[in-house]
């Protein structure tokens, strides 16, 4: 695996016994006797998210033949072995197509130097203050070369990747505003002119890198222990556990608190299938005018601005993270606010299968196809299971959500009646999925747990598949958009 690269000054002069920091059991005393004076980093979490049991993540020692051949590709590849793969491998098929497609981004012949596109991933993640994506990233940049001073901030980086800022920001937080003439600016400038097949691959860059922030916080996902964020020094707060327990998982007291507000919880599954039964019977009765239609998308896009995205007060971005990028204060607002007129985004003028998908294709050839491909497996995963019930079809409930993401950001689709929303997603989900799409870095564990509580985990990770890869098809339609326009 990689290793972070640690400050010089964080290693001279810290040499302290093991016996000094931690009570531990005869075994490891009899080891610790010999006082090489060797610190030993504990892990500062147990398993691969803050969210998920490490017990429930499939163990890369127990997977299948298929798995496992995922996991040496994406080895060889990387590397590594990050804990997002070990969190997304509980769908080895998906996770074999956003591997592949990754791989091919940052690692292929494409339009774009090898340390430039690992930059465009740190000025990504960084919008979103996700220093686990940043600190992958600042390491495959110096790992294939990269220029040390550019890491000292965005002022540092060359003038060319400095001008994708401004597009970084917009997609990032309001990619309702993004305008053929921002894409002219990049294009027509003389001396630090993009072409359009290296915009293209920059913008699929920053798309993928905004949408993975938001499934990294949406999953809780932990740094590995040999990186910056994922280790400690410093004793453990539970004495009458040896660090050999703690660093191997066995520390926890208490193995049922998920146990807890069960009573809650009843009906919970049964309610909603209950209201989808009734939702297809509506259906096949009849069918609502294209007036009626629009004026319930209207509707939706107004409530969803009333969604508060989290109780926490604002972010405020470190030094380490916000050096990537200009403009801290600019961040996700609602694109219909009162006294703005922002233009709906009709999926019938411009879609990803009749419009993006060409485009893409035909100026950074096979990514349209591995895209699509990857949509495809997001929107139809699905194991006909909630929670408990089984051979259940959640089709309707799978195009909820995508549909909601997309009405957040402004785009309606024509043939879909948005009144099924408010009547498949609660409250508690909505604020989940506004928090998790548009403003990631507030997703708490109190959020993650609070929907769809009877849910397994293995059931709310495609959950987060789903969110992760309609938002980046909602900033990339903008961005295809706009340079759609700026072609003709």
């Not at 001073?149 to 993004?178: F, V």
Request: net charge negative; with cysteine; hydrophobic share 35%.
């Amino acid at each position: 695996m990689r290793h972070a690269i640690a400050p010089s000054e964080n290693v001279e002069n810290n040499s302290i016994a093991v016996t000094d920091l931690f009570k531990i059991c005869t075994h490891c005393e009899r080891l610790a006797k010999k006082d090489l004076g060797i610190r030993i980093p504990r892990p500062l979490g147990s398993g691969p998210s803050r969210f998920i049991p490490e017990k429930e993540i499939l163990q890369v020692s127990k997977v299948d033949a298929s798995t496992q051949a995922i996991f040496e590709d994406a080895f060889a590849a990387l590397h590594r072995l990050d804990n997002i793969s070990l969190v997304m491998s509980f769908h080895p098929q998906y996770l074999g197509s956003f591997l592949r497609t990754q791989h091919y981004l940052l690692q292929m012949d494409g339009p774009l130097p090898l340390h430039y596109r690992h930059y465009i991933c740190i000025m990504a993640a960084a919008r979103h203050q996700c220093s686990y994506l940043v600190n992958l990233h600042v390491n495959d940049f110096l790992q294939v070369g990269g220029n040390t001073k550019w890491l000292n901030g965005l002022n540092e980086a060359p003038q060319k990747l400095q001008q994708l800022g401004e597009i970084n920001k917009i997609l990032a937080h309001r990619p309702w505003l993004l305008t053929k003439e921002h894409i002219e600016r990049l294009l027509k400038t003389e001396e630090h002119s993009w072409s359009l097949a290296e915009l293209i691959h920059a913008v699929v860059l920053l798309t993928h890198y905004h949408s993975l922030s938001s499934f990294t916080f949406g999953c809780g996902i932990m740094p590995e222990i040999n990186c910056d964020g994922g280790h400690t020094f410093r004793p453990p707060s539970v004495s009458q556990y040896c660090v050999c327990d703690i660093a191997n998982g066995n520390g926890h007291a208490n193995h049922h608190d998920d146990l807890l507000g069960n009573q809650e919880m009843c009906g919970e599954v049964e309610e909603l299938m209950e209201r989808m039964k009734q939702l297809q019977e509506c259906r096949d009765d009849e069918e609502a005018s294209q007036e009626e239609m629009a004026t319930r998308f209207e509707r939706e896009k107004t409530e969803s601005m009333l969604v508060v995205t989290s109780e926490d007060e604002e972010c405020v971005p470190s030094r380490d993270i916000s050096r990537h990028f200009e403009d801290t204060s600019y961040g996700y607002q609602d694109f219909s606010r009162r006294g703005e007129q922002v233009p709906t985004f009709r999926a019938q003028d411009y879609s990803w299968e009749d419009h993006g998908f060409s485009l893409v294709n035909r100026l950074y050839p096979d990514v349209g196809q591995m895209l699509d491909e990857k949509f495809q497996m997001a929107y139809n995963l699905t194991y006909n299971t909630m929670a408990t019930h089984k051979d259940v079809d959640t089709s309707m409930l799978r195009r909820a959500i995508w549909n909601y993401i997309h009405c957040m950001f402004g785009i309606r689709y024509d043939d879909y009646d948005y009144g099924e929303i408010n009547q498949l997603l609660d409250r508690s989900f909505k604020i989940y999925i506004k928090t998790m799409v548009c403003s990631p870095e507030k997703t708490t564990k109190r959020m993650y747990e609070s929907f769809w509580r009877q849910f397994q985990h293995s059931e709310k990770v495609p959950v987060n598949l789903l969110l992760m890869e309609a938002r980046m098809q909602a900033e990339l339609l903008y961005a295809l958009r706009a340079i759609t326009r700026y072609m003709t």
